[in-house]
């Protein structure tokens, strides 16, 4: 017989750990956002094409078969040929050659005006659609009083405060952007706060904060926010806006900005 007061206890191998629901939630919308992503044919063309933009900034030196500032007189307004793939240009400059030298200025300048807006923007946003209160009633003042000044008079402004300069123009554009990515991801956050997930979050302890990195944020990005797509083409083009329109902020003689010039254009007067 065996005594049972002195019999060893049979102790587990394996360990009880608690079920953090929430988390593994928060996990799979992360996943769940990839897998729409890769299933969209558009946005993996949009990819790869992004990812082409970014190679030819690269090696765009090495791209490039002439000087984008070297003139021509000869060869003005030339149409597509052998030697000039896409043209020339009223000064005889080859159209391909400063595409490709500009695309490095082009991508400089969309991403730091869309990381700009998105910084101040999203987080905001999402903050004061979650948390609302005093936060919300301010920031929403506050963009809404930015969106009612005209965004290329707003943008100058700011210039004329901070100075000439690529990343100073990119500065005034994604300031001008961000009420934009405020309004969106603002109204993404109230709809996810109303969700059963995120109540059961809140009911079980989790921090406000918290809540907002591990279930918000990754729940926004999904089809509820669909912040301005074209906002990249806008931040490009206002550079070569500005520089046309006599603002000089983002483009200097010796940089292209990304513009193809119309057949009809001419050059400008010199002046004395």
Same mark, same amino acid.
């Given at each position: 017989?065996?005594?049972?007061?002195?019999?060893?206890?049979?102790?587990?191998?394996?360990?009880?750990?608690?079920?953090?629901?929430?988390?593994?939630?928060?996990?799979?919308?992360? %996943? *769940? =956002? +990839?897998?729409? @992503?890769?299933?969209?044919?558009?946005?993996?063309? /949009? $990819?790869?094409?992004?990812?082409? !933009?970014?190679?030819?900034?690269?090696?765009?030196?090495?791209?490039?078969?002439?000087?984008?500032?070297?003139?021509?007189?000869?060869?003005?307004?030339?149409?597509?040929?052998?030697?000039?793939?896409?043209?020339?240009?009223?000064?005889?400059?080859?159209?391909?050659?400063?595409?490709?030298?500009?695309?490095?200025?082009?991508?400089?300048?969309?991403?730091?005006?869309?990381?700009?807006?998105?910084?101040?923007?999203?987080?905001?946003?999402?903050?004061?659609?979650?948390?609302?209160?005093?936060?919300?009633?301010?920031? %929403? *003042? =506050? +963009?809404?009083? @930015?969106?009612?000044?005209?965004?290329?008079?707003? /943008? $100058?402004?700011?210039?004329?405060? !901070?100075?000439?300069?690529?990343?100073?123009?990119?500065?005034?554009?994604?300031?001008?952007?961000?009420?934009?990515?405020?309004?969106?991801?603002?109204?993404?956050?109230?709809?996810?706060?109303?969700?059963?997930?995120?109540?059961?979050?809140?009911?079980?302890?989790?921090?406000?904060?918290?809540?907002?990195?591990?279930?918000?944020?990754?729940?926004?990005?999904?089809?509820?926010?669909?912040?301005?797509?074209?906002?990249?083409?806008?931040?490009?083009?206002?550079?070569?806006?500005?520089?046309?329109?006599?603002?000089?902020?983002?483009?200097?003689?010796?940089?292209?900005?990304?513009?193809?010039?119309?057949?009809?254009?001419?050059?400008?007067?010199?002046?004395?």
């Amino acid at each position: 017989m065996v005594d049972s007061s002195t019999a060893t206890p049979v102790v587990s191998d394996t360990v009880a750990m608690p079920r953090r629901g929430w988390k593994r939630r928060s996990l799979l919308g992360r %996943s *769940r =956002v +990839a897998r729409r @992503f890769w299933k969209k044919k558009v946005a993996l063309v /949009a $990819l790869g094409f992004l990812c082409l !933009l970014v190679l030819v900034a690269i090696f765009s030196e090495a791209l490039q078969p002439y000087d984008p500032n070297d003139q021509d007189l000869t060869a003005v307004l030339q149409g597509p040929s052998a030697d000039h793939l896409l043209g020339t240009d009223s000064f005889g400059r080859d159209t391909f050659s400063r595409l490709i030298a500009a695309t490095p200025v082009t991508l400089t300048a969309a991403g730091q005006a869309l990381g700009l807006a998105l910084l101040i923007g999203v987080p905001i946003g999402l903050a004061a659609g979650f948390i609302g209160g005093l936060l919300d009633s301010v920031a %929403s *003042r =506050v +963009a809404d009083a @930015f969106l009612a000044l005209p965004p290329i008079i707003l /943008a $100058l402004a700011i210039v004329g405060i !901070l100075g000439r300069g690529l990343t100073n123009a990119m500065i005034a554009l994604g300031i001008v952007l961000a009420p934009r990515f405020y309004r969106v991801a603002r109204a993404a956050a109230q709809s996810i706060a109303t969700e059963g997930y995120a109540e059961a979050a809140r009911a079980d302890g989790v921090s406000s904060w918290r809540l907002l990195w591990r279930h918000v944020l990754p729940n926004a990005s999904g089809p509820r926010s669909s912040p301005p797509k074209p906002r990249s083409a806008t931040s490009g083009s206002a550079c070569s806006n500005h520089s046309r329109a006599g603002a000089r902020c983002c483009a200097t003689p010796s940089t292209s900005s990304g513009r193809v010039p119309s057949r009809c254009s001419h050059p400008p007067s010199s002046s004395r």
